[in-house]
DNA sequence: TCTCCTCGAGATCT
DNA sequence: CTCGAGGAGA
């Protein structure tokens, strides 16, 4: 089920599929000084079945925490048992509360234009959206941080990216109570452990994306080993690979190559000596099932060139030990 | 070189 | 959702 939202019209629609949300945020990696960590508990994971069940948010300047504001919200029905175990939340508790209608005004005036920071913060951020269209016409476009996300560049070798896992890892004291005030507190403190930690260790995030981001060449990968069978058909002969393989990854198939003597390329040219073919079916750009790669090596073969284009698997068989 | 695209795999929230 | 692998085009 989704829902969408015209902002000229102010008109909501409901329908089957996925949900757009193009006027959400935007997710953003940044260490900042003025934020609101906010978190909710609801009746289940799904925005479109389920419903608020608590609401919490503290507004954060400068480390110190400036305001806050927490409530319970009434869905309309009883919560089931598995959501009472899990959070102590009761249909008693939950009787005198206002409902979401009467808590989102005040709430929405709350959070401002400031900056939103939860874990996994897509869940809190796609049932809160949904809510502002239903009950208040109009989108929740605050741009937001997500601490597991963040968490996941600062902490990659961490076991999963819980909030439980990172407060163990950072020594927080306190687990996750599936209270929102309390799993907002320790969002909070998530954060700020983790500007500390960029601060103190050097780490610009962006620049750890931009690292990332430059492009992988096989042409970098030299050889682990120095003795070379001076017979096999790829020693000292230039290999190029074009899609994707089936049975392990270009990187491990280069380095294989080049501790056979093979020497590894990134396009075809009148040098290139093999064109391993992998799987093109999944590239929806190729209209005749070929790659620039390969209609290049086509056309060097036709004029002469000592080229030869090898499926994966005579390739496996090349590369396999005798 | 750089930007933009598609696809599949994997993870977290209540 | 986000990320990584891979391709295309400027």
């Known amino acids: ?3 969408s939202f015209d902002p000229q019209t102010g008109k909501i629609e409901f329908g ?3 949900s757009t949300r193009e006027f959400k945020g935007k997710s953003l990696l940044n260490f900042i000084d003025e934020y609101i960590v906010f978190d909710l508990e609801t009746t289940g994971l799904d925005p479109s079945y389920d419903d608020i069940i608590e609401i919490a948010a503290i507004h954060i300047k400068s480390g110190s925490v400036i305001a806050e504001y927490q409530s319970l919200i009434n869905p309309g029905y009883e919560i089931d048992e598995f959501i009472t175990n899990l959070t102590g939340i009761t249909n008693e508790m939950l009787y005198d ?3 979401i209608q009467d808590i989102l005004p005040s709430f929405i005036d709350f959070l401002g234009d400031h900056i939103l920071i939860a874990h996994n913060a897509n869940f809190d951020i796609n049932f809160l959206y ?3 269209i239903v009950h208040l016409g109009k989108p929740l476009s ?3 941080v997500d601490t597991m996300r963040l968490g996941r560049w600062l902490f990659k070798d961490l076991p999963n990216h819980k909030l439980d896992t990172m407060l163990e890892h ?3 004291c306190g687990c996750v109570e599936h209270r929102a005030h309390t799993d907002a507190l320790n969002v909070y403190r998530c954060y700020e452990y983790m500007k500390k930690y960029a601060t103190e260790n050097g780490i610009d995030i962006k620049e750890l994306i931009k690292k990332k981001k430059t492009h992988f060449k096989v042409s970098n990968i030299t050889a682990t080993v120095y003795n ?3 017979s096999h058909p790829f020693y000292q002969k230039v290999v190029v690979f074009t899609g994707a393989l089936e049975k392990m990854v270009r990187r491990e198939a280069a380095q294989i190559v080049a501790n056979l003597g093979g020497i590894c ?5 009148k040098n290139t000596n093999y064109l391993v073919l992998g799987n093109l079916d999944y590239c929806k750009t190729i209209r005749d099932g070929k790659s620039t790669k390969l209609k290049k090596a086509e056309q060097l073969k036709l004029a002469g060139a000592d080229i030869e284009i090898i499926s994966e698997n005579v390739f496996l068989d090349m590369i396999a030990e005798r």
């Not at 390329?265 to 040219?269: K, L, Q, S």
């Open 265 to 269: 390329a990134d396009t075809v040219t």
């Open 142 to 144: 605050n741009d937001f």
């Open 228 to 230: 070379f069978d001076e």
């Open 16 to 18: 089957t599929g996925r």
């Open 1 to 3: 089920m989704y829902i």
């Open 170 to 172: 950072f020594k927080i």
């Open 130 to 132: 949904d809510n502002c």
């Open 97 to 99: 509360a206002p409902g």
